[in-house]
């Protein structure tokens, strides 16, 4: 049996975000899928809502559990969801788990700060996309620059997807998850408010901060992300191994 590598993008991205990951691990054989969200991508016509969010993941790591072993990875967004997908009251069947830029609860003033700046965005010409093109310009390398925006960018999408986050149980869901997991944030992440207590929450989990680098650790440091995602599949890989023997 060999490990899949499921993939679960951000807010207002899409499966693009992770053409790098994908490319890397094909290129070792191992399978990896990155999904769709509502609202996002290919699904840019559909409403976001969490129950079809959820079931997407699901859909995604039951399939690939089919074929063998899961590593799920989510970020930003994905990662918030993934890890209360993770920490469901009924065992999803993964292995491993990273969170990347995704530790901070989504609730209070910081939603609520973070709701009004995308709202304030929204009122700019072009949405603020030429703020966000000259920043990602200048902070993402030319391998990844355009990955983020290849599926096109989710604007219709965003405010009611912060919002649903809010909903989230994610300390209770900590709690539960029981498999190996990484906690992956960039040196300058916004969202690292509360690394600790989330890392603290599960059992073994590790944290991993990248020095120079912002949110977008996936696109920002692309090799460092794929290094990381090569010593989770090797723990799935050494472990199975070690219980087979």
């Known amino acids: 049996m060999v ?96 969170a990347a830029s995704c530790t901070a609860l989504p ?22 996309q030429g703020i966000a093109d000259w920043v990602l310009d200048r902070t993402l390398p030319s391998e990844t620059r355009l990955d983020f925006g290849a599926g096109g960018y989710a604007y219709d999408a965003q405010d009611v997807a912060l919002r649903s986050l809010s909903v989230l149980d994610l300390l209770a869901a900590l709690g539960r998850i029981d498999v190996p997991t990484w906690f992956i944030n960039g040196q300058y992440d ?16 590790e944290l991993i901060v990248v020095p120079r680098t912002s949110h977008l650790v996936t696109a920002m440091r692309p090799r460092v992300f794929n290094a990381l995602l090569g010593l989770a599949v090797a723990s799935v890989d050494v472990a199975a191994a070690e219980s087979a023997g």
């Open 3 to 98: 490990t899949h590598v499921v993939m679960v993008h951000g807010i207002r991205t899409s499966a693009t975000m992770w053409r790098s990951q994908v490319a890397h691990l094909n290129e070792r054989g191992i399978p990896a899928t990155a999904v769709d969200l509502p609202g996002h991508g290919t699904r840019m016509s559909e409403e976001f809502t969490l129950d079809e969010a959820f079931a997407t993941i699901d859909h995604a790591v039951r399939g690939a559990a089919e074929r063998g072993r899961v590593v799920l990875v989510g970020h930003s967004m994905g990662g918030l969801l993934s890890l209360a997908y993770a920490g469901r009251e009924d065992k999803p069947p993964i292995d491993a788990f990273i």
């Open 107 to 128: 609730r209070g003033v910081g939603l609520a700060t973070y709701r009004a700046l995308a709202r304030g965005f929204d009122r700019l010409p072009r949405r603020g």
């Open 190 to 205: 916004q969202l690292r408010a509360n690394e600790r207590l989330f890392v603290g929450l599960v059992p073994g989990a």
